[in-house]
């Protein structure tokens, strides 16, 4: 199976801040990556998909970059509603699976 | 709009029986292929299982292969999950998930889950 490791489980910010969480395989997964966010109580929403590409409707303010086995997730400029955990995801090789996840809370 | 509502939860006995549904509307379901994604209390998502949009191809984790089975009614625009030989581990909101048209394992319809509870 291939394993997603997230750079950290929490992370403090603030409002305006640039955060950037990173996600890495255990084995070359090309750009087969998706990111998601979950706030409590809800079901993970997708953010990117194809390591880079913006899922419509979500804000510009997130990014996502890299491939093979390193990848991630940038916030230009963390909004209130943004503090949530957020999770990697790849698709190359089943079974499909997450990253532990990263909770982004308020420094 | 899309929707997915699942329903069959509850609190059952290791080593019992119990059936999730999801009933889909706001697109064509016969379409699609299908997920059931976990998430135990606490944890990350976990995939469990994928059924084509004819039901021909299913694929499972390794943590439920051999005691699920994922299974559709396109007629009914039902989705189901039979789980079979239920263990504590199993414990976990589960839910039922539409992929992307043109990358159907990206998970972007989530339904709101559906709970079931294993006691150790």
């Known amino acids: 199976d291939i394993q997603l490791t997230q750079s950290a489980s929490f992370l403090s910010a603030s409002v305006g801040d640039r955060v950037t969480i990173t996600c890495r395989a255990s084995q070359d997964i090309s750009n087969d990556l998706a990111w998601y966010q979950q706030k409590p109580g809800k079901a993970p929403n997708l953010l990117i998909y194809a390591a880079s590409t913006l899922q419509s409707g979500v804000p510009s303010r997130f990014s996502g970059s890299g491939s093979g086995t390193e990848f991630t997730l940038t916030i230009s400029s963390l909004q209130p509603e943004d503090f949530a955990t957020y999770y990697c995801?790849?698709?190359?090789?089943?079974?499909?699976?997450f990253g532990p996840g990263t909770k982004v809370d308020t420094k | 709009q899309v929707q997915l509502v699942e329903s069959g939860g509850g609190a059952v006995q290791p080593g019992r029986s119990l059936r999730l549904s999801c009933a889909a509307s706001?697109?064509?379901?016969?379409?699609?292929?299908m997920h059931w994604v976990r998430q135990a209390p606490g944890k990350g998502p976990e995939w469990v299982a994928l059924?084509?949009?004819?039901?021909?191809?299913?694929y499972y984790a390794d943590s439920v292969k051999g005691r699920f089975a994922i299974s559709r009614d396109n007629s009914k625009d039902t989705l189901y999950l039979r789980m079979n030989s239920l263990r504590a581990e199993d414990t976990a909101v589960y839910y039922c998930?539409?992929?992307?048209?043109?990358?159907?394992?990206?998970?972007?319809?989530w339904g709101q889950g559906t709970l079931v509870t294993v006691p150790s």
């Open positions: 706001g697109f064509t379901f016969s379409r699609y292929a």
């Open positions: 995801q790849q698709l190359n090789t089943y079974p499909l699976t």
């Open positions: 059924i084509w949009y004819d039901g021909d191809k299913k």
């Open positions: 998930v539409r992929g992307k048209v043109g990358g159907i394992f990206y998970f972007e319809y």
